[in-house]
């Protein structure tokens, strides 16, 4: 019996209806870029599995440091305890945040980083003898799957069901350079109106939205508003953090910086989950006190998780490394170039690119073709790419130590499938 077979027994997967999708692809093993089948079949992974594996799948680095750990502490409650892998990270992952970062909170994924700056700006206010109740976020957010951050996500096909029990949230438009006094408009009537406690949003991309980018100058408006208000502002780089977005983390293309800052996905390499939660050293202090009731009484079994630290840490150092800054520069050129080459074709409605992030947007009807996307993702896999096409978006997100001709490849059969299939 194949591991594909034997998965249908008792697993249960992700963003699956099983009645229509039964099949999944077993994989065996993987490397750099490519995922390799119990089939023989070898995968481009074009989206580093789920923005994840950033500098590749089984980095020889990444995995040796690994190995170290394993041998040395493999987990220890991090509640009264402390450990190197944990402190030398904490070093070494400060000094590439923006300059106002100074405390980080562990967690385990980008939904539960997610949780915690909210009741980070929740309670801050709280703790600071004032009541706010109220949160702003984008329209077609994404921030995960948990109750506090599907409560600022705007795409309702994740949570239909769950609606009336959600934190109250208002939103607004994103700033698109057309809209940008529009929109800090509607966000000040917001603020005006409710006792508003945080700003939640995705840093100039919008991933879940089909990588929906937006303009920074409209968003740095937003964020000052936002500080001029004392309205916690929560950057959320579970995405787009560790150089996606040709920079460390995406707001660093901004001068103003966030209150918190959500980490996850690329922090770990891909190697193992954990999740990051940063603030400014006034965030904190509004917890420091005398009052045990002031303290943020949130915590993981694992948080801190030394092997998870260790890999992270590993990843940090693989990012700042010439070889790998050279990496992201050039995808980023190779994506510049396939632009330009591709972005007339009237097949294509648009094209936009954020460092490594590039999407296509399809000029096809969608009632036309069904069921789009599952087309268009079969079509991909028929050709040995593994992409994730968000409705009639194509978008590459890959490991920054994908070749150029396995980017070659991808590009190829995105112009393939809109010239000969669409």
């Not at 594909?4 to 229509?20: F, G, I, N, V």
């Not at 580093?48 to 220890?76: F, M, N």
């Not at 600071?128 to 996500?153: C, P, Q, W, Y």
């Not at 896999?381 to 992409?387: A, H």
């Amino acid at each position: 019996m194949t591991l594909s077979e034997r998965d249908k027994k008792h697993l249960w997967h992700p963003l699956t209806q099983h009645k229509l999708h039964p099949e999944s692809i077993a994989i065996t093993h993987a490397k750099g870029a490519v995922l390799y089948s119990e089939e023989g079949k070898e995968y481009i992974d074009g989206i580093a599995s789920w923005y994840t594996s950033a500098y590749g799948h089984c980095h020889p680095y990444i995995v040796e440091r690994v190995k170290k750990q394993v041998e040395t502490l493999d987990q220890v409650v991090f509640a009264g305890l402390t450990h190197e892998p944990a402190v030398k990270l904490s070093e070494e992952l400060i000094k590439i945040l923006p300059g106002n970062q100074n405390k980080l909170f562990f967690s385990d994924s980008g939904s539960t980083s997610v949780e915690v700056a909210i009741k980070m700006s929740l309670q801050y206010h709280f703790n600071r003898g004032e009541k706010r109740n109220v949160l702003i976020a984008f329209e077609e957010g994404f921030h995960g799957d948990t109750f506090g951050a599907m409560s600022v996500s705007g795409l309702s096909v994740y949570n239909g069901p769950f609606e009336e029990f959600f934190l109250s949230v208002e939103r607004i438009p994103v700033p698109n350079g057309q809209n940008n006094q529009e929109v800090l408009k509607q966000l000040q009537t917001i603020i005006a109106e409710n006792k508003v406690a945080s700003f939640i949003y995705e840093p100039l991309v919008q991933g879940a939205a089909a990588m929906k980018m937006h303009d920074a100058e409209g968003l740095e408006l937003l964020i000052k508003e936002c500080k001029n208000s004392e309205v916690i502002t929560i950057a959320d780089e579970v995405m787009t953090g560790f150089g996606k977005t040709g920079k460390n983390f995406a707001s660093l293309h901004l001068e103003t910086y966030p209150d918190i800052i959500c980490m996850s996905k690329a922090l770990t390499a891909g190697m193992v989950p954990m999740a990051i939660t940063s603030c400014t050293e006034e965030v904190y202090q509004a917890f420091y006190s005398d009052d045990i009731g002031k303290g943020l009484f949130h915590g993981h079994t694992y948080s801190a998780n030394p092997i998870a630290c260790a890999a992270a840490l590993a990843g940090i150092e693989l990012l700042q490394t010439e070889e790998m800054q050279a990496n992201i520069q050039r995808v980023i050129k190779l994506h510049e170039n396939f632009d330009k080459y591709i972005k007339n074709h009237p097949k294509i409605a648009s094209t936009r690119q954020c460092g490594i992030i590039y999407a296509i947007d399809l000029n096809v009807e969608m009632e036309r073709y069904g069921n789009l996307r599952d087309k268009l993702l079969n079509f991909f896999l028929d050709n040995e790419l593994f992409m994730r096409p968000l409705g009639s978006t194509l978008y590459i997100s890959a490991a920054y130590v994908i070749t150029d001709k396995q980017l070659q490849k991808i590009y190829d059969k995105i112009e393939f499938l809109i010239e000969k299939i669409l």
